[in-house]
């Protein structure tokens, strides 16, 4: 798989029309080509990947154990990337990739919570994906009612 195969892969992973299962058999691939190939080693690919495989595992948990025991490397790579400081500007690239992944409001939440922080990066990546995703789009504008009303409420 290459790196823009990957990319497309998650992209469009939440909006898949095959069921539970039949995403499940794709993943082994991924993971495969997470572990093996070159452009996924960088340093600065590690937090994005690590958000993406530990979706997939919460997402399957009755497949995690196996996952990690035929993808050892790719195990020790996630367990660097989680350590990384929260200062580390690819946090907002893990939680990209876990809102991709679960479409989590906690996930967009934790990007908004790095927008908050006065993170530009954040900010560009945010903007980015909203002008990509009409998912994301929604997802944000729902996000962001949500603290609106939280901040009427306190």
């Not at 690819?90 to 409001?105: G, I, K, N």
């Not at 990066?121 to 945010?126: G, M, S, T």
């Amino acid at each position: 798989m290459t790196q823009d195969e990957y990319a497309t892969f998650l992209y469009y992973f939440g909006a898949r029309y095959q069921s539970k299962a039949e995403q499940a058999e794709l993943i082994p691939d991924v993971l495969a080509s997470l572990q093996n190939s070159e452009w996924a080693k960088p340093d600065e690919r590690e937090l994005p990947i690590a958000g993406a495989v530990m979706a997939f595992f919460e997402l399957y948990p009755d497949r995690k154990h196996r996952w990690q025991a035929a993808y050892p490397e790719l195990r020790r790579m996630i367990s660097r990337a989680v350590g990384k400081s929260q200062e580390c500007s690819e946090w907002t690239d893990f939680h990209l990739a876990q809102w991709l992944v679960l479409r989590r409001d906690s996930s967009m939440d934790a990007i908004l919570d790095r927008v908050a922080d006065g993170r530009p990066l954040a900010l560009e990546k945010l903007q980015a994906m909203a002008a990509e995703s009409v998912p994301f789009q929604k997802a944000l504008r729902k996000a962001r009612e949500a603290r609106k009303v939280a901040m009427l409420i306190n």
